[in-house]
């Protein structure tokens, strides 16, 4: 249930209202950073109380209930978009953001050549797995401590901020005290714990979509971080799995539009693991940017050949020099810029 006040109320009207919501049980959450407050009532049984015990108070303007299952993260409780901040960089809003590197830190010599070609060609966040979720248990699984701290030495180096992948709710800490992003991978969209720890830490997260979940469940697992208190969540559109296997999944490139329409959070897309070959990623990246995504996500590698995970998606140096170029035309063509 969502309470709107009116344009102008003093903190006081509005604190009157939010201990009237917690009398009734319910936890409170106002909208952040808007013109008009916006108060959502959460909880359980707010299905079960009238509307009018709130539509009484003095300052409210209207009371209405939120018929999606996702809350916090729909455009109901919050009109205006999200712009994501972190460190002087903004994620969500006209400027698209481009997010590259490898897709596990190998190697201080790989990660840092990543990192320099990244900066050079106006990329602002360095990717690097430290902790890899494989799906054999005999595969490369990270260098763990040891991979953030390059991650950590590439972002001396360049000034980058990193994003790195957490994956268990007993490393948050860790991966919070190098990374300025933090992803939850696909695997664990629907890991709840994951997402409580994660949303407590603070640090602005990357939440990818899992690859069997429907727009609604992603979003609704949003609200798991945004309940904290957390607004800098950034959404992540990487490809589900349907019945055409002609990619490794199928970008969802419908799925950006239809986020943009019913939530107030950025939407970026990986189109490396949607790909899962490096000769359809500049098309899927291209694609993502002009259906009205916020940034990418993409997987390079000095050395494609060689690399420990994902070497089939990844772009070579030059391909992804190429493909900066292509979309800083493409964007400027879309009144965007990069
Ligand atoms: C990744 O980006 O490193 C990754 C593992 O991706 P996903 O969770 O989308 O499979
Ligand atoms: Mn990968």
């Given at each position: 249930?969502i309470?709107?006040m009116?344009?102008g ?5 509005v604190?009157?209202?939010v201990?009237r ?8 959450q ?5 013109e008009?407050?916006t108060?959502?009532?959460l909880?359980?049984g707010?299905?079960?109380v009238d509307t ?7 300052g409210v303007?209207k009371?209405?209930?939120?018929e ?5 993260a ?9 712009i994501?901040?972190?460190?002087g ?29 990244v ?21 490369f ?20 901020l990193?994003i ?11 991966v919070?005290k190098y ?5 939850i991978?696909a695997r ?11 949303g ?5 997260v ?10 609604e469940?992603?979003?609704t ?9 957390n ?27 239809v986020?943009?329409r019913f ?7 990986d189109p ?6 490096f ?6 990246a ?8 916020d ?11 060689e690399?420990?995970?994902?070497g089939?998606?990844?772009?070579t140096?030059?391909d992804?020099?190429r ?9 400027a ?6």
């Amino acid at each position: 249930m969502i309470i709107e006040m009116e344009k102008g109320v003093d903190e006081e009207t509005v604190q009157r209202v939010v201990e009237r919501v917690k009398k009734k049980g319910f936890d409170a959450q106002l909208s952040p950073g808007q013109e008009k407050v916006t108060i959502a009532v959460l909880g359980s049984g707010t299905g079960k109380v009238d509307t009018q015990i709130f539509e009484v108070l003095p300052g409210v303007k209207k009371v209405f209930r939120i018929e999606s299952p996702f809350k916090l993260a729909s455009r109901d409780f919050k009109k205006e978009n999200t712009i994501v901040k972190v460190d002087g960089v903004e994620i969500g809003g006209n400027k698209i953001v481009i997010m590259a590197g490898p897709c596990a830190v190998e190697s201080e010599e790989q990660i840092l050549s990543c990192a320099r070609l990244v900066k050079e060609l106006g990329g602002k966040v360095l990717r690097g797995g430290a902790f890899k979720p494989r799906t054999s248990p005999f595969s490369f699984q990270g260098l763990g401590e040891e991979g953030l701290k390059l991650l950590a030495l590439a972002r001396e180096e360049t000034g980058l901020l990193i994003i790195t992948e957490v994956l268990a709710s007993e490393d948050v800490n860790l991966v919070a005290k190098y990374a300025d992003i933090l992803q939850i991978g696909a695997r664990n969209m629907q890991n709840y714990r994951l997402l409580e720890a994660v949303g407590k830490s603070g640090q602005p997260v990357l939440l990818k979509r899992s690859f069997a979940a429907t727009l609604e469940e992603w979003l609704t697992t949003a609200d798991y971080l945004l309940r904290e208190n957390n607004s800098n969540v950034i959404l992540c559109e990487r490809g589900i799995r349907t019945f055409g296997n002609s990619t490794r999944f199928t970008l969802d490139v419908g799925a950006v539009p239809v986020v943009k329409r019913f939530s107030h959070l950025p939407i970026i897309v990986d189109p490396s693991h949607a790909a899962g070959y490096f000769g359809y990623v500049a098309a899927l990246a291209k694609a993502g940017i002009v259906a009205g995504a916020d940034g990418l996500l993409v997987e390079i590698h000095p050395c494609p050949q060689e690399a420990l995970s994902d070497g089939a998606q990844s772009l070579t140096f030059s391909d992804f020099s190429r493909l900066m170029k292509e979309l800083k035309a493409l964007s400027a063509a879309i009144g965007r810029e990069i």
